[in-house]
């Protein structure tokens, strides 16, 4: 059946966030949250962007499943998604790993965490389910990949990017014939298949997928009896449906939101050090790749409420500025230096400091005199006063986790470490 030109699919659908990833890579920024509720953009959570987009494409049936260490990323979503009304049919629910099958039983899988959640579902009496993965940063509006996938009679519609051939060999790749039917799913190959007619580029999965309700419910109840499946979408089902169904490519392209500032899709996957500090940084640029100054595609957020940033000292060098960076709500720049740096909520940078790309998380501190270049500050940290980082790569490397891009993560347990061995 081919939707009505005048009814929005979004409001026969719900959106499942997959949230319960670590995000190992990020080494020590998810020692302590997962990689979803890990900071971004100045006052933002990656999370947010997913549900930004679900909101923003008129879906209000949601639901989050969350499992490794969930508290940061739960009290987010409690303070700062907390607007969506029963009464009017909307509803945002978090679903932690709670035992629900066995006491010994937690998301075995991706597929696992929503066949666990059947009875959730089928209570928001939805046509459409889209899952998606929430760690990524993008925006993009569902509602035009839910009118393809009606309109395809697909079984499932699988968002995907547009990239260089050989770099798909670090993504789930689909091969597809020219109507974007999609014949072969492929884990990470060698040797990619290109799109038809361009031999150059592959199409890579963004892991967000789109089904029937009633379809998905059949398929995640035989997978959960398969005692050789991993549970999940993209290793299990996808392939599943590729071989026995019939699978479509949705093109991120055809579904960006841009402000017209943007020159290409955007979508990044900030998981590693290096990824997560260059959007940061990017951020900054004059003309940044991801606008997020679009008032008309706003990322929600929990906005805490804090004074403006300011300002202080104009002496000669001891004067407070800050030149192409960004500096949150409730900071102080006090007689330092901050160049390309991206300064989240309450930060403190006293006399006589520089920081040059610098991502400096929520509450982290920098005292007198400290030189820190190409670093990431973790929140709440201490920069002892005099610290110089960002000059001698084995110094930086001694005390503080430094990338092969030469990029430093500091944490106040590192700090604290430093601290005892010097004394």
């Known amino acids: 059946m081919k939707p009505s030109v005048n009814r929005r699919l979004s409001n026969r659908a719900m959106a499942f966030v997959l949230a319960g990833g670590r995000g190992s890579r990020l080494k020590e920024l998810t020692d302590k949250r997962a990689k979803p509720a890990v900071y971004f953009g100045g006052k933002a959570r990656i999370i947010d962007f997913a549900l930004s987009n679900a909101l923003n494409s008129g879906i209000r049936k949601m639901a989050i499943a969350t499992q ?71 925006k993009m509006d569902y509602e035009i990949m839910l009118r393809q996938h009606v309109e395809a009679g697909a079984d499932v519609t699988v968002g995907c990017l547009t990239v260089p051939r050989m770099e798909a060999t670090a993504f789930g790749v689909m091969h597809v014939d020219e109507s974007h039917r999609i014949t072969q799913f492929l884990e990470k190959p060698k040797d990619p298949p290109a799109i038809p007619g361009d031999p150059d580029h592959a199409l890579a999965s963004m892991g967000i997928y789109v089904f029937d309700w009633n379809f998905l419910r059949a398929l995640l109840t035989d997978d959960a009896n398969d005692i050789n499946s991993s549970h999940d979408f993209g290793h299990d089902l996808i392939p599943h449906v590729v071989k026995n169904g019939k699978a479509v490519a949705h093109l991120f392209s055809q579904s960006c939101v841009t402000s017209g500032l943007e020159t290409e899709p955007y ?85 006589y400091s520089s920081l040059e790309y610098v991502v400096a998380l929520p509450y982290s501190q920098v005292n007198r005199k ?43 347990d590192m700090l604290d470490a430093r601290a005892a061995k010097l004394g």
Not at 79 to 105: C, H, K
Not at 300 to 308: D, L
């Open 68 to 138: 490794y260490k969930a508290h940061s990323l739960i009290r987010h979503c409690q303070r700062g998604w907390n607007f969506f009304r029963a009464e009017r049919n909307e509803y945002l629910d978090i679903l932690p790993a709670s035992q629900r099958v066995t006491e010994d039983m937690w998301y075995r899988g991706t597929a696992d965490a929503v066949m666990q959640n059947i009875d959730i579902i089928d209570s928001y009496d939805i046509d459409y389910i889209i899952v998606l993965a929430g760690d990524h940063i993008y």
């Open 267 to 351: 979508w990044r996957d900030v998981g590693t050090i290096d990824a997560f500090w260059r959007a940061n940084v990017d951020l900054t640029d004059f003309t940044p790749e991801l606008d997020i100054y679009d008032n008309s595609w706003p990322i929600w957020t929990y906005s805490e409420i804090t004074p403006p940033a300011k300002f202080i000292h104009d002496e000669k060098d001891r004067r407070g500025n800050a030149v192409s960076s960004l500096i949150s709500g409730g900071c102080i720049v006090s007689g330092s230096e901050v160049r390309n740096s991206l300064l989240f909520t309450g930060v403190r940078t006293h006399s």
């Open 370 to 412: 400290a030189d820190l270049k190409n670093c990431v500050l973790d929140r709440g940290v201490d920069i002892p006063a005099g610290l110089v980082v960002g000059q001698d790569p084995e110094e930086d490397a001694k005390w503080f986790r430094r990338s092969d891009n030469g990029i430093v993560l500091i944490t106040q």
